[in-house]
């Protein structure tokens, strides 16, 4: 167990559709980032936040944004839904950031888009 | 653009032998570079971390080479057990917020 949750686990949108995935980061970590992987690939870097504020950000569009509260936990909104946005939706937490640091992953929300 | 390759074929080996993975990269110069665990629908775990400055890590029956000038990192699990069949994804970071995975190794490890 790495201390990360997720929620929820798995669901099912509709095209055009928004969605809100919650993540609860490890006790002590400040820092939570989100990937986005899809089947047969690796994870690819969404955006990262620290101490409240973004911190850096991957080659995802506006739609996809984010916030982090004062208990760091964290959430993902995805704005008008696309087939394409079908993937496993990763939350990592570190002590800051993730170069040199060891980086917990939850176990993901599925998010299949219809 | 950056690039990281990994064997997108499966690695089948035999319960015992050392099982050894390649990951190379273009294009690129990580600080760190990482190696992770991943089971089928879960999440990614970590395994290893090494620097730049660093030739070999060892943890275990687990050992990461990280040779710069090949860009090319190897990663070893000796004496081989059926438990260690899953995904093993390499990923590299050259600063404090982001990591660039590769698409990972499907390791089976036969009894």
């Known amino acids: 167990e790495t201390g990360v949750t997720q929620s929820p686990t798995h669901l099912i949108k509709t095209r055009g559709q928004q969605v809100t995935l919650r993540c609860s980061s490890q006790?002590?970590?400040?820092?939570v980032s989100w990937y986005q992987q899809a089947l047969g690939q690796g994870p690819q870097f969404i955006f990262q936040?620290?101490?409240?504020?973004?911190?850096g950000r991957g080659n995802f569009p506006p739609r996809f944004s984010g916030l982090q509260f004062p208990n760091y936990s964290s959430e993902l909104n995805v704005n008008a839904l696309e087939l394409d946005d079908s993937a496993l939706y990763l939350c990592?937490?570190?002590?800051?950031?993730?170069?040199?640091?060891?980086?917990?992953f939850g176990e993901g929300s599925w998010l299949t888009v219809v | 653009s950056q690039k990281i390759e990994q064997n997108s074929e499966a690695l089948n080996i035999q319960e015992g032998k050392t099982a050894t993975l390649t990951c190379n990269y273009t294009n690129y110069s990580p600080a760190y570079l990482q190696w992770y665990r991943q089971d089928p629908g879960r999440g990614p775990v970590f395994l290893l971390l090494i620097r730049e400055n660093e030739k070999e890590k060892r943890k275990e029956r687990l050992k990461v080479t990280f040779d710069t000038t090949l860009k090319q990192s190897l990663f070893h699990i000796t004496a081989s057990q059926p438990a260690d069949s899953a995904t093993y994804l390499c990923a590299l970071a050259d600063s404090s917020y982001k990591l660039i995975f590769g698409s990972g190794t499907r390791l089976l490890v036969r009894p």
């Open positions: 006790s002590g970590h400040n820092t």
């Open positions: 990592a937490s570190s002590f800051q950031g993730a170069a040199g640091n060891t980086i917990y």
């Open positions: 936040y620290y101490r409240e504020e973004e911190n």
